[in-house]
């Protein structure tokens, strides 16, 4: 007999104003019972009232995740069909000048809190067959000056995911990473902005980051755009692999099909004004 029971899904870091935030509203709208969490339930207030249910987690601190999966656990009876792990922070330096602080932060929020989240949630999603689903970037696949650690830290992710996608196949989980372009968010807020040392060999190359960032931020779309191309093929059960959505996502995917690197290499070095940094 087929069960009446709400599909689930959990994301984390679902700030109203982030992919989180739209994708938790996606999914409401496709019949789907949301948990969207934050570090700070504060800042899901806005959630109130529209169906959509907030919880805390905090994807570096291994007892808000166990706390957070408790309550899940009890409110489901155990079950979860979808996790999206989602939180995640930028960092914008030069890897040779980079903050030991961010460094941990951004290694912490984007891969081991994701490793963590998923330990931990993944009994639920096994009970319901259910998805996992990685919010990792297009450009973790290509060089990106002056994001070496915030890249390698989504890359960590990427194989990750892949060695889970098999060692899920047995449950019948499925395991999708979504490779995000730019989503018009506040990722890129004044204070992830770079903020290169005075004395830094590349303090030159800050203004060519600033405008690339300019340049593409108008061609972003929303959050709510990013989640409607992306949800239909999350919830889709025949689907299964990667999904890349978001500005310039797909033109990422094309030209590491046929570029060779050191095109790619030649591009994003002069966007980024390396030329201009002398020893
Ligand atoms: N926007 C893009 O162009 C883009 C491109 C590629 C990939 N992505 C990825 O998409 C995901 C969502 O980013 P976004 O663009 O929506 O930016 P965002 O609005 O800043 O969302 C990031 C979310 O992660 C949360 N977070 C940070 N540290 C956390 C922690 N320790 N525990 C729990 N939550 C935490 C943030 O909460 P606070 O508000 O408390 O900091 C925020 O809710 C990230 O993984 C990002 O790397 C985005």
Redesign the pocket.
């Known amino acids: 007999m087929a069960s009446d029971r709400m599909k689930t899904v959990l994301i ?4 109203p ?5 739209g994708l938790a509203r996606e999914f409401q709208k496709k019949g789907y019972r949301v948990f969207a ?4 339930v504060s ?1 899901l207030s806005e959630y109130a009232g529209t169906g959509i249910e907030t919880l805390e ?4 601190i291994l007892e808000s995740i166990q706390t957070c999966r408790r309550e899940v656990e009890r409110r489901t009876e155990g079950k979860l069909d979808i996790l999206i792990n ?5 960092c914008a330096q030069p890897a040779l000048d980079q903050k030991q602080s961010d460094l941990r932060e951004v290694m ?3 891969a081991i ?1 994701p490793m963590n989240v998923t330990q931990a949630f993944g009994p639920l999603i096994i009970k319901s067959r259910g998805k996992i689903v990685m ?5 973790s696949l290509t060089p990106a000056p002056f994001s070496a650690v ?1 890249n390698a830290s ?1 890359a960590a992710l990427n194989q990750y995911s892949e060695s889970l996608r098999l060692e899920m196949v047995p449950f019948g989980v499925r395991v999708i990473r979504i490779f ?10 004044p204070s992830r902005m770079p903020n290169f040392k005075e004395d830094s060999s590349y303090k030159q190359c800050e203004s060519n980051y600033l405008q690339v960032l300019e340049q593409v931020t108008p061609n ?1 779309p929303s ?1 709510d755009d990013f989640a409607l191309s992306v949800v239909p093929k999350i919830v889709d059960m025949k689907f299964s692999g990667d999904i890349w959505g ?2 310039l996502a797909s033109a990422t995917w094309f030209m590491l099909k046929i570029f060779p690197a050191w095109l790619m290499e030649y591009i994003l070095s002069s966007q980024f004004g390396l030329s201009k940094v002398r020893y």
């Open positions: 984390t870091g679902a700030n104003n982030g992919i989180g935030g969490t934050s570090r700070d800042k987690m905090d994807v570096t989602n939180a995640g922070r930028t912490e929020t984007n809190g919010i990792t970037t297009a450009s915030y989504k995000t372009g730019g989503v018009r968010t506040n990722l890129f807020r972003m959050a978001g500005y």
